[in-house]
Structure formats: C-alpha cells, structure tokens
T-cell receptor, first 112, second 117 residues
Framework: DAGITQSPRHKVTETGTPVTLRCHQT?????MYWYRQDPGHGLRLIHY???????DKGEVSDGYSVSRSKTEDFLLTLESATSSQTSVYFC???????????FGNGTRLTVT | AQTVTQSQPEMSVQEAETVTLSCTYD???????LFWYKQPPSRQMILVIR??????QNATENRFSVNFQKAAKSFSLKISDSQLGDAAMYFC??????????????FGKGITLSVRP
C-alpha cells in the first residue's frame, strides 16, 4: 500500500469552528489531491497540488483552503465548518501524470 | 469538462457467476486513462484495473477485465467467477493525459455490487 496517512480518522465539530485535516505521504509523490465523498455524488475534487506551494481549485472548492509547504504534507482547512461539509474526505497521491491515484483511508467529518 | 456516467446505482450477482458494470464518459481529448476503483465497506479505495486509451487491447487483471470501446466512449468492467469479497461499491474514473498540471481524476457516482451466496 502507498504510504498515505490521513488524520484524524474521525472528527465531530460544531458549525462555525475551523477544522484542519492532514494528509501525510512517505512516497515523495509530486501530485496530491483532496476529494470528498457523498452519497449519490461519488468522489468530487476539492483542491489539488502539483508541487510544493503549487495548488489549484477543484470542482467543489468553496469553503475550503489548502496548503502544501512540504512535499509530504497537504493540509485541508475548513475556515468555518458548515453542516453541508459533513462528508468523508479522501486524500490521494500520484507520482506521474496519467498514473493511478493512491488513496488514504479517509476522514469522516461530522459538522453538528 | 470531462464527465463520467455510471447509470446503474445497484447490481447483484450470484456467487461464481459473471457480472458486467457499465460506464460511459464524455471527453474531447484523444489520449487519456480510465480506471475502475473498488471501495469495500472498509472505505478503502482500491485500484482494480487501468486502461490507456491509445491501447486497443482490453486490460485484464486476473478475474477482472474491461471492454473498452473508444468510439462509443464506453468502459465496462467484467468480473468473472464472482466471489463474496467482490461485494463493494465500484467507481469508474477518467484522467486526461494531456492536461498538464491540471491532470486530475474525475469519478462517476459509483455502483453498489452485491454478491449472493
């Protein structure tokens, strides 16, 4: 399995609070991605990174920000969590363009 | 923008039988990659099989094979000799090859496969 660790595994938070999810990889892969998974929607891309400090928005980026200060870490921040952000969040990495994505085990976030 | 469509939300198969999961996609690109991922109840996303669009030969991985019809933009997954452990949600996904730094994976909504003993 690719060395991808997501933390925390589960989190419950209140509406309006900031939340940061962490993705850590030990593969030295260039590309990193954050997806959210919701019933009936499959996986949708939030943000992605193609290098240190190089990030861009995906299709559902509103309400989320990311940072990548090191190759191995990709952080996803919800500045002010809302109930619509209750979801399962997946981090993924890829070594090369066109290569498959390898996924972390996901973080289940509940916003009450 | 690329789209991936999995029109069947659920399917069921008898153990040891064969089942085919359908996927269609829309793209204006000529070179790209297609994938099937499996997500068991553990939530882990597992790569099942990968197809490169420039290859005419259909990809095969043990009991899993694809029927890739480029002109029809169809990419179905065939599971032979179905096993109880095949029960999972399956996602079809597309990734462009010539999109540079913007290369990302676009997923269908998934199909839930159940296997009857």
């Amino acid at each position: 399995d690719a060395g991808i660790t997501q933390s925390p595994r589960h989190k419950v938070t209140e509406t309006g609070t900031p939340v940061t999810l962490r993705c850590h990889q030990t593969e030295n892969h260039r590309y990193m991605y954050w997806y959210r998974q919701d019933p009936g929607h499959g996986l949708r891309l939030i943000h992605y990174s193609y290098g240190v400090k190089d990030t861009d928005k995906g299709e559902v980026s509103d309400g989320y920000s990311v940072s990548r200060s090191k190759t191995e870490d990709f952080l996803l921040t919800l500045e002010s969590a809302t109930s619509s952000q209750t979801s399962v969040y997946f981090c993924a990495i890829s070594e090369v363009l066109g290569g498959p994505l390898h996924f972390g085990n996901g973080t289940r976030l509940t916003v009450t | 923008a690329q789209t991936v469509t999995q029109s069947q939300p659920e399917m069921s198969v008898q153990e040891a039988e064969t089942v085919t999961l359908s996927c269609t996609y829309d793209t204006s690109e000529s070179d790209y990659y297609l994938f099937w991922y499996k997500q068991p109840p553990s939530r882990q996303m597992i790569l099942v099989i990968r197809q490169e669009a420039y290859k005419q030969q259909n990809a095969t991985e043990n009991r899993f094979s694809v029927n890739f019809q480029k002109a029809a933009k169809s990419f179905s997954l065939k599971i032979s000799d179905s096993q109880l452990g095949d029960a999972a949600m399956y996602f079809c996904a597309y990734r462009g090859r010539l999109t540079g730094a913007n290369s990302k994976l676009t997923f269908g909504k998934g199909i839930t496969l159940s296997v009857r003993p």
